[in-house]
């Protein structure tokens, strides 16, 4: 069964960097599209960043400019570089597979936290 693993969140002031790691447990990594997706407090999970095997990205206008997405498709990891980060970044950041721009598979590995506060 494929597994995801999410890393790299923490706390940190506005206008700090943080880098999240994804590895990916399984056979999809090499054949499908990936993203990053994040679910605030009392919000829906929403997708924030794509790429495809062919390292084609793709951002919501909300992150465009600060966030950057990438791959390493030998070491079945994806990463996010957030930067200039704002509170209202502040989520449960996850990864999963794209069909179109739903997740791939229905279910989601633990998440890793990024809070953005003074």
């Known amino acids: 069964q494929v597994r995801f693993v999410e890393s790299g969140g923490g706390l940190v002031q506005p206008g700090e960097s943080l880098r999240l790691s994804c590895s990916v447990l399984?056979?999809?990594?090499?054949?499908?599209?990936m993203g990053w997706f994040r679910q605030a407090p009392g919000k829906q999970r929403e997708l924030v960043a794509t790429t495809t095997t062919g390292d084609i990205v793709n951002y919501v206008d909300f992150v465009k400019g600060r966030f950057t997405i990438s791959r390493d498709n030998a070491q079945n990891t994806m990463y996010l570089q957030m930067n200039s980060l704002k509170p209202e970044d502040t989520a449960v950041y996850y990864c999963?597979?794209?069909?179109?721009?739903?997740?791939?598979?229905?279910?989601w590995g633990q998440g890793t936290q990024v809070t953005v506060s003074s």
């Open positions: 399984g056979s999809i990594f090499e054949v499908y599209p």
């Open positions: 999963n597979g794209l069909r179109g721009s739903d997740p791939l598979l229905p279910y």
